[in-house]
């Protein structure tokens, strides 16, 4: 059974630095094809790609977020971590990871989102 | 980036009707396109990748088509589950993906 569940902190402070974690079971980021990646919502808008990290240590951004972006994997501890630096209210929303086959498959498996909110 | 554009934005619909969504890619994506549901306070969900391929798990009156520039993904006779909103996700160029604006179904 395929899991991911993210976590991570519901309130920080605008120009903070704001870490999320995708823990995750029954897959491994050492298998081919196989990536995790973050997507965000904010409240009442539509989803948003944020990053992206693969099997083969490829990291991708969204340009327009990307000079703000970390993508890390530990693939012993099966969790991905995003950083997020310089938030701002407009940051706010509820924060995806999601797994991914490449090329094969778009994000099948979805965790359950956690809520961020930036503001001071 | 590919921009995607869903229409309608919002769709009235009863039990039992057949209703479609249509998506377009502001350039060629191949069948690289996904549909997903999402429910209010719930992770989206996949229903059709590849365009027209059904995820497993995924009721057979969900259908999807097109290729190129234009897709479509019909709901054949709408139950009262599937009242939700829908957005479409092109993966042709895994950088940057991109997401439809979403289309809300409501009754």
């Known amino acids: 059974q395929i899991t991911l569940k993210e976590s991570g902190p519901t309130l920080v402070q605008p120009t903070q630095t704001l870490t999320l974690t995708c823990t995750f079971s029954?897959?491994?980021?050492?298998?081919?094809?196989?990536?995790v990646g973050w997507i965000r919502q904010p409240p009442g808008k539509a989803l948003e790609w944020l990053a992206l990290?693969?099997?083969?240590?490829?990291?991708r951004y969204s340009p327009s977020l990307k000079n703000r972006l970390t993508i890390t994997k530990d693939s012993y501890k099966n969790q991905v971590v995003l950083t997020v630096t310089n938030v701002d209210p407009m940051d706010t929303g509820t924060y995806y990871c999601?797994?991914?086959?490449?090329?094969?498959?778009?994000?099948?498996?979805w965790g359950q989102g956690t809520p961020v909110t930036v503001s001071s | 980036d590919i921009q995607m554009t869903q229409s309608p934005s919002t769709l009235s619909a009863s039990v039992g009707d057949r209703v479609s969504i249509t998506c377009r890619a502001s350039?060629?994506?191949?069948?690289?396109l996904a549909w997903y549901q999402q429910k209010p306070g719930k992770a989206p969900k996949l229903l059709i990748f590849?365009?027209?391929t059904l995820q497993s798990g995924v009721p057979s009156r969900f259908s999807g088509r097109g290729s190129g520039t234009d897709f479509t993904l019909t709901i054949s006779s709408l139950q009262p589950d599937d009242f939700a909103t829908y957005y479409c996700?092109?993966?042709?160029?895994?950088?940057?993906?991109?997401f439809g604006q979403g289309t809300k179904l409501d009754i």
């Open positions: 029954g897959f491994t980021l050492g298998t081919t094809g196989v990536g």
């Open positions: 996700h092109q993966y042709k160029t895994y950088s940057p993906f991109t």
């Open positions: 990290i693969s099997w083969n240590d490829d990291e």
């Open positions: 350039q060629s994506i191949g069948n690289w």
């Open positions: 590849k365009a027209s």
């Open positions: 999601a797994r991914i086959v490449i090329p094969a498959a778009p994000f099948d498996y």
